[in-house]
């Protein structure tokens, strides 16, 4: 079987979620005023 890597990057929707879910993560945990 295809590894789970594999998978994600032949997913471009999903790959796009997922870095987007991580992107809106850390805006969210970042300190206030650091960006």
Not at 16 to 24: D, S
Request: hydrophobic fraction near 55%; avoid cysteine; proline fraction near 6%.
């Amino acid at each position: 079987g295809e590894s789970p890597t594999d998978a994600l990057l032949s997913d471009k929707q999903l790959l796009l979620t997922v870095v987007a879910w991580i992107g809106v993560s850390l805006w969210a945990l970042w300190p206030a005023g650091a960006i």
